[in-house]
């Protein structure tokens, strides 16, 4: 990437006082789009939490805390349900990588493909005894595909559509949690939905003898869960029980309005 565009994210970076608690330094950047880009720092706990407000998402606010390299939460701040952002972080990667503290970028430790060292600064690396070599880190992603939302601007190439399904893709892998772990957070919620639906067809049945009312019942209940899970709990709703809820009111309604 030429140097003289490095420079320019680099200009976009200011220093200010931080206005979180337990964070002793702040940088804050406001793109030529109206971006709204931040980074906290707390030096003593290797903490950092950086922030996006994305202008073309009507300023919709994005964060993510790291901790020593390792992404420990992500979140919209906008709705404030968990959400990873890794594909938010990443046209902007290259402005991030030019923030002009090299401790909070070694903080961050690569995460998000953000460069571990200010990009565009000469740095000496020891090769030898008492030799010593002159880097730049202007070009250190030469081998990776370049995209952020300023290519237009400065004639960089971007990734090609099979290159971004193949990110998203190992994105989507990397930062899912292991199975068990996914299971153990919902089993109670959900052992608790499934207990309330089978409660819910009893009453119903018994109260009206009526199959198509149970069905309408079960149906209209699986609607209800998944959108208790989406507006309420902030997750993506359980699919295998919303059909189940479905799949049953469709049994009870059809067999209800055939036979009896």
């Known amino acids: 990437m030429e140097l003289h565009v490095l420079e320019t994210y680099r200009s976009w970076w200011k220093k200010q006082n931080s206005q979180l608690?337990?964070?002793?330094?702040?940088?804050?950047?406001?793109?030529?789009?109206?971006?709204?880009?931040?980074?906290?720092?707390?030096?003593?706990?290797?903490?950092?939490?950086?922030s996006l407000e994305i202008a073309n998402e009507n300023g919709k606010i994005y964060s993510a805390t790291i901790k020593n390299g390792s992404i420990i939460k992500?979140?919209?701040?906008?709705?404030?349900?968990?959400?990873?952002?890794?594909?938010?972080?990443?046209?902007f990667k290259d402005i991030f990588s030019c923030i002009p503290d090299a401790d909070?970028?070694?903080?961050?430790?690569?995460?998000?493909?953000?460069?571990?060292?200010?990009?565009?600064?000469?740095?000496e690396r020891r090769v030898g005894r008492g030799i010593y070599?002159?880097?730049?880190?202007?070009?250190?992603?030469?081998?990776?595909?370049?995209?952020?939302?300023?290519?237009?601007?400065?004639?960089?190439?971007?990734?090609?559509?099979?290159q971004k399904w193949k990110r998203r893709r190992m994105e989507r892998r990397i930062y899912r949690d292991p199975f068990w772990v996914r299971f153990r957070?919902?089993?109670?919620?959900?052992?608790?939905?499934?207990?309330?639906?089978?409660?819910?067809?009893?009453?119903?049945?018994?109260?009206?003898f009526d199959y198509v009312i149970l069905g309408l019942a079960l149906g209209a209940f699986g609607f209800f869960s998944g959108g208790m899970d989406w507006a309420l709990r902030k997750r993506d709703p359980l699919l295998l029980k919303v059909l189940s809820f479905l799949s049953l009111g469709s049994f009870f309604f059809y067999n209800g309005y055939t036979r009896f």
């Open 133 to 162: 070599q002159q880097e730049d880190f202007a070009g250190y992603q030469s081998g990776l595909p370049l995209s952020t939302k300023y290519d237009s601007i400065f004639g960089i190439r971007r990734e090609s559509w099979f």
């Open 74 to 91: 992500e979140k919209d701040i906008t709705s404030g349900r968990n959400y990873p952002i890794s594909r938010k972080v990443r046209p």
């Open 104 to 123: 909070l970028l070694d903080t961050i430790g690569g995460a998000y493909e953000i460069s571990l060292t200010p990009l565009g600064k000469v740095i």
């Open 21 to 50: 608690p337990g964070f002793t330094r702040s940088v804050k950047a406001t793109t030529p789009d109206g971006d709204v880009l931040e980074a906290d720092f707390n030096f003593h706990e290797k903490l950092v939490r950086i």
């Open 185 to 208: 957070r919902r089993f109670w919620a959900e052992t608790h939905d499934i207990l309330l639906g089978f409660g819910l067809a009893y009453f119903v049945y018994n109260y009206w």
